[in-house]
């Protein structure tokens, strides 16, 4: 219990709620991640995201991001990769047509072990070209183009180890909040994007599969109005 009030309290600061109105909505995020092994310093990993909203009603973003990964150390973790992502437009605050977002990215990644828990971060910047939305006329629009912008992504995690079975299969707390700044197209920051918070639960059925379910929260800072998106997320990671 002492190791779940220090997870807490670490992470709690990052995520900062807001007294104004938003627009919530809510959903359920599916992923499955596949992972193989090259050597004891490659590894390549595929993520396929399926992103339901409105109680599973309507599409929300369908992802494909496939990265490979140089492990430097057991604490220093070197990836690189590239993200498809199919966004759908499924309410008014939101984009008014689908639209779909090509990305590169660069990621660093730093672990610190300890006796009773561990402590991740994350850094990951993304170089985005979103498709551009451009208004004809009213409620008549099109894709035109693409827009760059750049994005840094920080996000700090709590792993505390539950309890441990028989055959090394283990449950886990996991905590994090992430962080995005939005650099427009340049490489300075100029406003925050999102803020994400997770709380969750993860379990490790064999070598090769691991279960992560729990709740993400996400909080949209926007200029016309900000949103709320309550998730309940699941993803299977399988380790060949």
Sequence with gaps: MKQVLFALLIVSPFYKTNAQEVEK???????????????????????????????????????IRPFVHYKVSEELDLAFGYSYIDNNSFSDFRAPIDFKEHNIFQQLTIKHPFSKFSLQHRLRFEERFKQNIIELAPEKYIIDGTNYRNRLRYKFQVTIPLKTFASNRKLNLVLYDELHLDFEDSFRPEAIDQNRMNISLSYRINNHIKIRSGYHDIYFVRSNTNSNNRIWETKIIYTI
């Design 25 to 63: 909505y809510y959903s359920s995020w599916n992923t499955v991640d596949i992972g193989i092994k090259i050597s004891d310093k490659w590894s390549i990993n595929s993520e396929f995201n399926n992103r339901r909203t409105d109680f599973l009603k309507k599409w929300e973003q369908f992802i």
